[in-house]
């Protein structure tokens, strides 16, 4: 069963990556975003963002440096993860 979690906030590394999700108004409160990859990558979860425009999944993006959380570039909300508040 595929789980829908809104993520409300972010934690970054120095480097600006995401390093962990949060919604403090749910069950899941807070999760890595290693454990969000995998869950996203094993169809468990999936994660998404949400304006008043719509809302963008995420997804998972690999680079020389590994895997990394971004929104989807088709999605419908304007915000992306850096701009939500921070955990």
Partial sequence: MMHYRR????????RG??????NFSTGWVLVTATQAIR???????Q???QDDCGSSDLI?????EGCQLQVDPAGASRITLVNLLNC
């Fill in 7 to 14: 993520v409300m906030a972010t934690g970054c590394d120095p």
């Fill in 17 to 22: 990556r995401i390093t962990r999700l949060c």
């Fill in 47 to 49: 994660y998404y963002i």
């Fill in 60 to 64: 998972v993006t690999r680079d020389r």
């Fill in 39 to 45: 869950e996203i990558e094993t169809g468990r979860c």
